[in-house]
C-alpha cells in the first residue's frame, strides 16, 4: 500500500507562491494517477488537481485552473503541486491521494492518505 506524506504549506499573502510536495513510498507509485485535494474547515474536501501515471495527462478544478500546476517525478516517487496568484480561497488543508483513471478520465480517490499540508492566504 502507497503511504504519502504531504509538505510545503504555509503562510502566504494573496497573490503569493507555494509549491507543495507528495512523497510516496510503495511500488505502485510510477503506475498510478495521483490527484490533489483540498478541504477547508466546514466544508467537503474537493478535488483540485490530477495527473496520469506519466504525467502526459492533467486535470484542474475551475476554480484552480490556470493558476496551479500539477507535475509529478516518478524517480523520485514524488507528485508536486505549484500554486500562483493564491487567494484567500485557496485556504485549506491539502491532501494527496491515489486517483482512479480509466480511458483518459479521472476517477476518485483510493487508498490512504496523508496527514495533509496547511496552506493558508491572508489578505
Known amino acids: 500500500q502507497v503511504q504519502l506524506v504531504e509538505s510545503g504549506g504555509g503562510l502566504v499573502q494573496t497573490g503569493g507562491s507555494l509549491r507543495l510536495s507528495c512523497a510516496a513510498s510503495g511500488r505502485t507509485f510510477s503506475s498510478s494517477a495521483m490527484g490533489w485535494f483540498r478541504q477547508a474547515p466546514g466544508k467537503e474536501r474537493e478535488f483540485v488537481a490530477a495527473i496520469n501515471w506519466s504525467g502526459s495527462n492533467t486535470w484542474y478544478a475551475d476554480s484552480v485552473k490556470g493558476r496551479f500546476t500539477i507535475s509529478r517525478d516518478n524517480a523520485k516517487n514524488t507528485v508536486y503541486l505549484q500554486m500562483n496568484s493564491l487567494k484567500p480561497e485557496d485556504s485549506a488543508v491539502y491532501y494527496c491521494?491515489?486517483?482512479?483513471?480509466?480511458?483518459?478520465?479521472?476517477?476518485?480517490?483510493?487508498?490512504?492518505w496523508g496527514q495533509g499540508t496547511q496552506v493558508t492566504v491572508s489578505s
Open positions: 491521494s491515489a486517483v482512479s483513471y480509466y480511458s483518459g478520465i479521472f476517477g476518485g480517490p483510493f487508498g490512504s
